[in-house]
């Protein structure tokens, strides 16, 4: 596996720097239809990520809105559907209310961890705060779930509470093709701390938006766990809020379903802030697994840090990734970076892995973004077999080497047992 590594302006990622060229001492960008990021190219999917400019192609400027009508329904030649299936992907862009709503037939069942002291539970109708001021949606599969839910989820820690176990939403879909809408507003408020764990298995059509609000001082981790049946379709959207000198960390785990197209981003509204997303994925024969995740460093002095990886066996199997990161004119001293990994088990399975960074001000501490696509090292496998491991327990050490760095960033012991036990089937059934 060949890796690429971003540098910006000549300079290593992460080094500390006083200025970049193109811009002024004060940061001032010299030439405002470009940025500092050169073109990058990467291995294995033929795709190129170039530095884009202060016009509409500009990741900030891509149009969000709460009205239907400003999401027609994509053709696939537009860029941010261009990866996607959008004939499999039609349950769920189509303008329709959750089935049977209210009733017992609902398409969806939610079993939510209530009874825990400094936890709030209760539901958010439309236009009702906290609900709405933090998640934007960004494409007509997420307006149409904001539109087409009544009532929110909401659940909330209260300001200093530390809760000492995970709350669960286990989201489980009863019935192939049946059209389910979801919203929650998931809030901690100054100096609490909490994991939240949302656990989507079952099948079904579903559209599912998360909105997440971190108070100052807060310390959040939202784990979400796509473990659909392989009939299932999921399109989601989860936005977060990061507060002054708040600690937050999303992790997105997709296994199953035959589409997930997962967005998730994050922005800040203070400073000292730092925010982590990870990703894991698997995909099979006939399955599409895409993730996208845009950094909105909106404010001075916060950090961030993305790695998502991946590994794809089968013919058809299909994985995406879309990174974003803009760090805009006002976030002086900043600290960025995004990577994505894939490992190809067999012929037949693409990756396309797409990092973009946008710079709009060179007084930076230090922003980059690495890629890779590739196939086992050899090597590594030769070194196993050397000791007398079978080349097919090999393989399979090979891989949860891999992926394993991501399943210890879950810090939730039973959730990182089961992921290790779902890998082992996956290897198993396999072959590899």
Request: hydrophobic content about 35%; glycine content about 10%; proline content about 3%.
């Amino acid at each position: 596996m060949t890796e690429t590594t971003e540098k910006v302006a000549g300079v290593e990622v992460g080094e500390r720097r006083i200025s970049i060229p193109g811009f002024t001492e004060e940061g001032e960008n010299l030439a405002n239809s470009t940025n500092a990021a050169a073109e990058h190219s990467h291995g294995g999917v033929g795709e190129t990520a170039k530095p884009l400019t202060a016009g509409s192609g500009s990741r900030g400027n891509r149009h969000t809105g709460y009205e239907l009508a400003g999401f027609p329904e994509p053709t696939g030649r537009e860029e941010e559907w261009r990866f996607t299936p959008l004939k499999k992907l039609a349950g769920v862009l189509s303008d329709a209310p959750t089935a049977n709503a209210g009733t017992e037939d609902e398409p969806v069942d939610y079993q939510v961890t209530e009874n825990v002291d400094g936890l709030v539970v209760s539901t958010l109708r439309d236009g009702q705060a906290p609900r709405g001021s933090v998640l934007q949606p960004a494409d007509r599969a997420a307006v149409v779930a904001y539109k087409n839910t009544e009532q929110a989820l909401y659940l909330k820690v209260t300001e200093g509470t530390e809760l000492a176990e995970p709350v669960r939403v286990d989201i489980t879909g009863k019935q192939a093709g049946a059209r389910a809408n979801s919203h929650i507003v998931l809030e901690a408020e100054p100096n609490a701390k909490a994991v939240f764990v949302l656990e989507h298995r079952g099948s079904a059509d579903f559209n599912g938006n998360v909105e997440v609000k971190l108070g100052q001082g807060a310390d959040l981790t939202v784990i979400s766990l796509q473990r659909w049946n392989d009939d299932a379709v999921h399109a989601g959207q989860h936005d977060a809020e990061v507060g002054q000198d708040a600690s937050y960390k999303h992790i997105a785990v997709s296994l199953g379903g035959s589409v997930v197209r997962l967005n998730a981003n994050f922005r800040y509204s203070g400073e000292g802030a730092e925010a982590e997303m990870y990703g894991l994925y698997f995909a099979d024969s006939g399955q599409h697994i895409e993730h996208r995740t845009f950094v909105d460093h909106n404010t001075p002095r916060n950090t961030s840090n993305v790695l998502y990886k991946g590994a794809l066996q089968g013919e058809t199997a299909r994985t995406v990734w879309i990174g974003d990161v803009l760090i805009r004119a006002a976030a002086e001293g900043t600290d960025s970076y995004e990577k994505n990994q894939n490992l190809v088990l067999t012929d037949g399975a693409r990756a396309d892995s797409v990092p973009n960074l946008e710079i709009e001000t060179g007084l930076i501490e230090g922003a980059g973004h690495a890629s890779s696509t590739g196939r086992f090292d050899e090597n590594h496998l030769f070194y196993l077999m050397a000791r007398g491991i079978p080349e097919k327990i090999a393989r399979q050490l090979v891989v949860r080497g891999f992926l394993n760095e991501i399943i210890q960033k879950i810090g939730v012991p039973s959730i990182e047992e089961s992921l290790q036990e779902d890998l082992e089937a996956e290897l198993e059934i396999h072959g590899n």
